[in-house]
Structures are given as structure tokens and as C-alpha cells.
């Protein structure tokens, strides 16, 4: 769970366009920068209020807050570098609608490099040493190398599949010369197929972290068997774990920008290894 003011994310984001101009990407009106106006916008409210003022009708209100806070984290993560698989995945990830509901599976592509990047961006702002690329990303837990396939389905009718894909992807990777000591995980995003991005966390803030984990574990629950994650069968062995993330908006009081995201890994394959190194370092980086 993040939490930043909006006065931190909109002084820490003044920076964002030197940094898209430094990966050659030219600043625009894009999603990006409208989920800035919008916390803008939300700090603005925050004075009107403060002020004994009435509230106003913010479009996008939401849904521009929390790509606000996931913005601030991929920039805190990677606003020093300027590799060619950051530019490509930042290129992909500041387009498409910044409505949720707007988003289809023609324009999707924004959306699901966001998962990559934010994802990455976690892991790297926990302390893992984090590469970009194909696959989508490789981090370094004790010494041991991780290969992260990401999907994103875009409904709960695809996730089976989107598993099945992600893992052949690793397993072709995997069998790879020089790979032999690495492990594979699949990360698949269940926050558009399920929530369909219009989910919103209403519980205080002792409860939020919790609503959001229980929700993760039931879906999985209900979903282990259709969703093909029961045991080791059509995983390479070396494929540790399926992990289902769930990332949920949260705006406090008004004050405060909360990117309330949660993780469960699902072990698969028969490397007991490489489970044992994931489950105990992870913790970590988190």
C-alpha cells in the first residue's frame, strides 16, 4: 500500500517531462498528464474544503488519482534511467483513456504496460534489483534470478488462457542456453477483469488492506480449479509460481493519494527450490 499527499506527488512529478524527454519521448496530452491535472485538481478541492468551500465535480476523479500514485512510484522507481525497454514500456504505458470504462480490448495496450511497469516498479522500490525487457521483467532475489511473464486479462473468461500463454512463454525462455539456474514466475493482473476498473476501497484505513487481501484469497479460491492452478501439470518445471495481483484505488479523507495493491503467489511445478527462494525473501520487498 502506497500513501502520498497530493502536494508530494505533483512536487515529485515535476520532474516527469524531463524525464519522458530524456527517453526521447516527447510530452503530450496523454493519460499521463491528465492523471496530473486531476491531482491537481484534487488538491485544489482540498483548499476549497479547508476553506469551508463546496466540493466540486471532478471527471475522472478516481480513476486519475490512482494512475497519480502509480505514476509517482514507476518515477521514484526508474526516473534515473533511461534504457530502451523503459522508453518502449513508458511509450505504450502514458496512451490510451484514462477512463477505466472507455478502456476496450483495442485499447488495452497502455493499461497493461502500466501493470509491468508498476509491478516492476514495486519490486525495485522494495529493494530488488529489477530488469526490464523481455520477458517483461527479471529480479533478483539472494543471488537467484526470477523471469516475470505479465498478462493482464481483460476478463474472467481469459485468465486460464492468459496463464496458459504466459507460461509457454516462460518455459521457451527457461530452456534457453545460460538460463539453467533460473526460476520462472507468471503475474497476472486480476484488476480489470474482475473489478473492470471501477472497484473502489470505502473502509477506513486499518480495514482497506484487509478488504483488499480477502477479496484476492476468494477469488482465487473460487477460481483454483478453472483457472488450471491446482498442481505442477502443463507448467515447466522450473515455473515456481503463478502470482494474482489486485490493485484497488483509495483516497482518504481527502488528503491523502493510498494505491492499495496486493499480491498472492500460487505455488505450481515441482521446484522446491526456487519456491523456498521466492517465499522467504520476498517478505523483503514488500
Not at 62 to 73: P, Q, V, W
Amino acid at each position: 500500500m502506497q500513501v502520498a499527499s497530493f502536494d508530494d506527488v505533483l512536487e515529485f512529478l515535476k520532474d516527469l517531462d524531463p524525464w519522458l524527454l530524456s527517453l526521447g519521448i516527447k510530452p503530450k496530452p496523454d493519460r499521463w498528464h491528465e492523471a496530473l491535472k486531476v491531482a491537481g485538481q484534487a488538491r485544489q478541492q482540498r483548499q476549497r474544503i479547508e476553506r469551508g468551500e463546496k466540493r466540486e465535480f471532478i471527471d475522472n476523479y478516481i480513476s486519475g488519482l490512482f494512475d497519480a500514485t502509480e505514476i509517482h512510484e514507476i518515477f521514484r522507481a526508474f526516473g534515473t534511467e533511461n534504457t530502451p525497454a523503459l522508453k518502449e514500456k513508458v511509450r505504450r504505458a502514458i496512451c490510451g483513456p484514462i477512463a477505466p470504462l472507455s478502456e476496450q480490448p483495442s485499447n488495452s495496450t497502455a493499461r497493461n504496460a502500466m501493470f509491468e511497469l508498476s509491478l516492476a516498479a514495486d519490486w525495485k522500490n522494495g529493494g530488488a534489483q529489477v530488469v526490464l525487457g523481455e520477458p517483461d521483467i527479471e529480479f533478483i532475489l539472494a543471488s537467484t534470478r526470477f523471469l516475470v511473464e505479465c498478462k493482464r486479462p481483460f476478463s474472467d473468461h481469459s485468465v486460464r488462457g492468459n496463464i496458459k500463454e504466459a507460461a509457454s512463454q516462460l518455459g521457451a525462455e527457461l530452456d534457453k542456453p545460460g538460463r539453467e539456474k533460473d526460476y520462472g514466475i507468471v503475474a497476472i493482473s486480476l484488476s480489470r477483469s474482475f473489478t473492470q476498473g471501477d472497484l473502489v476501497c470505502f473502509a477506513d484505513e486499518s480495514e482497506g488492506r484487509a478488504f483488499v487481501n480477502a477479496t484476492l484469497q476468494w477469488l482465487i479460491d473460487e477460481n483454483r480449479e478453472a483457472w488450471g492452478v491446482n498442481g505442477s501439470e502443463g507448467f515447466h518445471e522450473r515455473i515456481v509460481a503463478v502470482m494474482f495481483h489486485l490493485a484497488v484505488p483509495w483516497d482518504v479523507n481527502g488528503q491523502r493519494l493510498v494505491h492499495t495493491a496486493m499480491a498472492n503467489f500460487v505455488k505450481v511445478g515441482n521446484c522446491t527450490a526456487g519456491w523456498e527462494t521466492l517465499t522467504k525473501n520476498l517478505p523483503s520487498i514488500y
